[in-house]
């Protein structure tokens, strides 16, 4: 056998789809309108749900009744507190012979108000935010933001806001220095070019005239809770009983001359729920029964009961086992899950950070991520070689690009996943998804072909 032949059989690269298959493209392009179309209709968690709710009622997914019988191909689907979500279709074989399990997070990070967020400064109206998850709190400056949430009013009923979304409608920003006043402010660790009590976000400008205009204190600030008590009916002490939260007012556009890429707010961790929610809606009579999970708080450590450190899910598998007369443990033992997240694709204009033998790289399939955590693996699953070894032959067999990757060089820095949460169960599981450039960033780029793999890969998985 010759070296070129050896090297053939020997060696392994991931390769570049469109090189490999270019009818790929036109494919991944059309499933991509849809994931943008649900980019766009979801930018907060409660958004994502009740999206989601439509698109599973739509395939005939009903609320879980744990009074019901089911059989082979019924769909159900599970809505924890309008900010969580579980989706089910009942497999062929037995439920002791274990689920296959996929959880994504939809959450993203962003600026959440605080409980007494409005006031005003020099004749401007402002809202201080918290900021949520890991941001790079520079990239939130300057930048069009658009209002989402729901807010308690003192009557008991909940009031939804979106602000900045549709054409003509107002959006806000966080104000930043002009060059030429910056020099104090150039010198400043990059982590600290907009810190985070400096994040205030601009909502007027304008007094509230009256006949007794002069006694009032905060004339400007007055005005802006009269609009917005015009809009939804709610006053400022709401806002102790409110999730309000600023995102990008951004829509989800193509990028590049060749449309390679979806560029978008929210992409960690919405790239991997859609994808994983369209292979559940399209399951059909699968072997073990699917369980598709997308769950809130993974950017703060999956916190709360909408979070993946929570019972939540293992109450759901105990409505499943209590259905099926199976036992608990049993099914646990024997399932397989997809920790549905992304990974740091390589950028060439910051190689340093990366070992570009074990990054992914965009245009070259879903990435399976053996281990997260950083430094010592601190924080990570790990997933065994069994598990690696099921998940491969899956997506071998189905025809799936497919790549692995680390978040980034050693000692570099690194981050979590759900999949600890899930292995804490007596579960496999291992993490795959999308490699994603300026993950985080207001604005995040996913290629069209990986994300149509991801898809794939999640097919093959509930297959």
């Not at 392994?12 to 392009?29: D, F, L, M, N």
């Not at 009013?153 to 920003?173: A, H, L, R, T, Y």
Request: proline share 4%.
């Amino acid at each position: 056998m010759n070296g070129k032949d050896l090297e053939k059989e020997l060696l392994w690269e991931a390769p570049h789809i469109a090189k490999e298959v270019p009818a790929e493209r036109e494919e991944a392009s059309a499933f991509c309108e849809g994931y943008k179309a649900f980019l766009n209709a979801g930018k907060t968690e409660r958004e994502c749900v009740k999206a989601a709710v439509e698109l599973l009622e739509k395939a005939g997914y009903r609320e879980f009744d744990p009074k019901a019988s089911y059989k082979a191909g019924d769909k159900v689907y599970w809505n924890n507190r309008k900010k969580a979500l579980a989706a089910a279709t009942f497999g062929t074989l037995g439920m002791e012979e274990g689920l296959r399990m996929n959880g994504a997070h939809i959450d993203s990070p962003r600026l959440d108000l605080k409980p007494n967020p409005l006031f005003e400064q020099a004749d401007i109206a402002y809202l201080k935010p918290h900021y949520y998850g890991g941001i790079r709190k520079y990239q939130w400056g300057a930048t069009p933001l658009a209002m989402h949430g729901v807010v308690g009013k003192k009557n008991g009923e909940m009031v939804e806001i979106s602000i900045g979304e549709k054409e003509g409608e107002p959006q806000f920003c966080i104000t930043d220095l002009l060059p030429h006043l910056a020099s104090e402010q150039n010198g400043r660790k990059l982590g600290e070019g907009l810190k985070g009590e400096e994040l205030n976000i601009i909502v007027g400008s304008i007094p509230f005239m009256g006949e007794d205009d002069e006694k009032i204190k905060t004339p400007v600030k007055l005005m802006a809770m009269k609009l917005l008590n015009e809009m939804y009916g709610i006053t400022e002490k709401d806002f102790t009983r409110a999730e309000i939260e600023m995102v990008p007012a951004y829509k989800a556009v193509d990028v590049g001359l060749d449309r390679s890429l979806v560029g978008a707010y929210g992409q960690d961790d919405r790239v991997c729920a859609y994808t994983a929610l369209m292979a559940e809606t399209e399951t059909k009579a699968p072997a073990h029964t699917t369980l598709t999970i997308l769950a809130d708080k993974e950017e703060i450590g999956s916190a709360g009961n909408t979070g993946l450190n929570s019972d939540f899910v293992l109450h759901i598998i105990e409505d499943l086992c209590q259905t099926a007369g199976a036992d608990l443990k049993t099914v646990l033992r024997a399932s397989l899950c997809l920790s549905s997240d992304v990974n740091a694709a390589y950028d060439p204009t910051f190689a340093s950070v990366y070992e570009e033998r074990n990054s992914s790289a965009i245009n070259k399939g879903c990435v399976l991520t053996k281990y997260t955590g950083a430094r010592g693996k601190s924080g990570s699953n790990d997933a065994s070689a069994e598990t690696m070894a099921k998940v491969i032959q899956i997506m071998d067999e189905n025809g799936v690009y497919w790549q692995t990757g680390e978040l980034g060089a050693v000692d570099v820095g690194g981050g979590g996943t759900i999949a600890q949460f899930v292995a804490h169960m007596d579960v496999d599981v291992v993490d795959l998804g999308v490699p994603i450039l300026s993950m985080h960033a207001p604005f995040e780029l996913a290629s069209k072909l990986d994300v149509y793999n991801t898809y794939k890969a999640f097919k093959a998985f509930y297959k």
